[in-house]
């Protein structure tokens, strides 16, 4: 673990830049997800929080296929695993798109997972899996 990392305030993981991003997503975009996951654990963050294009810090961490830390963040008894992207894609949707079984199987388990929410593509879930 580099020492930036380990020094790493409070105020600084929870600050935004201007596009909106925080520490933690901008260690998921360069694929830093041991970093990421150190983060996770040992700081109280927002880990709903939303970036200024409207992802959330489980959809980064799905899109760049971090399983361990997909994972992590479903393990949050409070994370918004019903999260719905700007195009209307849910993260089920999403973890089925970039093919990433595991995070599906688990997001499944959820007796509240909405399954039924249609993209704007017209697709469910169910479809999208279907053409896989």
């Given at each position: 673990m580099s020492t930036f990392i380990?020094?790493?305030?409070?105020q600084v993981i929870e600050n935004k830049e201007v596009n909106g991003k925080t520490l933690l997503m901008y260690l998921i975009e360069y694929?830093?997800?041991?970093?990421?996951?150190h983060i996770?654990?040992?700081?109280?963050?927002?880990?709903?929080?939303?970036?200024?294009f409207g992802f959330s810090?489980?959809?980064h961490s799905i899109l760049a296929e971090m399983n361990e830390l997909s994972l992590?963040?479903?393990k949050k008894e409070d994370i918004n695993y019903?999260?719905?992207?700007?195009?209307?894609?849910?993260?089920l949707m999403l973890s089925i798109i970039v093919n990433m079984?595991?995070?599906a199987l688990e997001l499944i388990k959820k007796k509240d997972i909405n399954y039924n929410e249609v993209n704007s593509d017209g697709e469910t879930a169910l479809i999208l899996a279907c053409k896989k």
């Open positions: 380990s020094t790493i305030t409070k694929k830093m997800e041991k970093e990421a996951l996770l654990k040992n700081k109280n963050i927002d880990y709903n929080e939303i970036d200024y810090i489980l959809y992590e963040l479903l019903n999260f719905i992207d700007p195009f209307g894609d849910t993260i079984k595991e995070i």
